[in-house]
Nanobody
Framework: QLHLEESGGGQVQPGGSLTLTCAAS????????IAWFRQAPGEEEREGVS?????????NYADSVKGRFTISRDTAKMTVTLEMNSLKPEDTGTYYC???????????????????WGQGTQVTVSL
């Protein structure tokens, strides 16, 4: 199990950019799949936004963010970043990073694939 801490959230105008960072602490970071989820205000469900495999080779994105968001990982720094560009009001929400060692890449979007979560960081896109 890794301890995860998100940072980088904030308020930005539509069309703006933010970069979120998920900092991990613990052992064997390179064995862990990492994903970003978001929970919109008033919604109970968390939506899978992006995923990166334990080796960094495979990445996946929700259709709603393809072409705008980029996920990457730095094994030496034990971080996963989510670069978000061309932000829209519908991107507003609390963003969480999640991890586990045994994730089916075909189900990366399913929150039940991940046992361990950070506390979240708030992203607000508004004028």
């Amino acid at each position: 199990q890794l301890h995860l801490e998100e940072s980088g959230g904030g308020q930005v105008q539509p069309g703006g950019s933010l970069t979120l960072t998920c900092a991990a602490s613990g052992y064997f970071f390179s064995h862990h799949h990492i994903a970003w989820f978001r929970q919109a205000p008033g919604e109970e469900e968390r939506e899978g936004v992006s995923y990166i495999s334990e080796d960094g080779i495979t990445t996946n994105y929700a259709d709603s963010v393809k072409g705008r968001f980029t996920i990457s990982r730095d094994t030496a720094k034990m971080t996963v970043t989510l670069e978000m560009n061309s932000l829209k009001p519908e991107d507003t929400g609390t963003y969480y990073c999640a991890e586990d060692v045994a994730v089916d890449p075909a189900k990366w979007w399913n929150r039940f694939e991940y046992r361990f979560w950070g506390q979240g960081t708030q992203v607000t896109v508004s004028l």
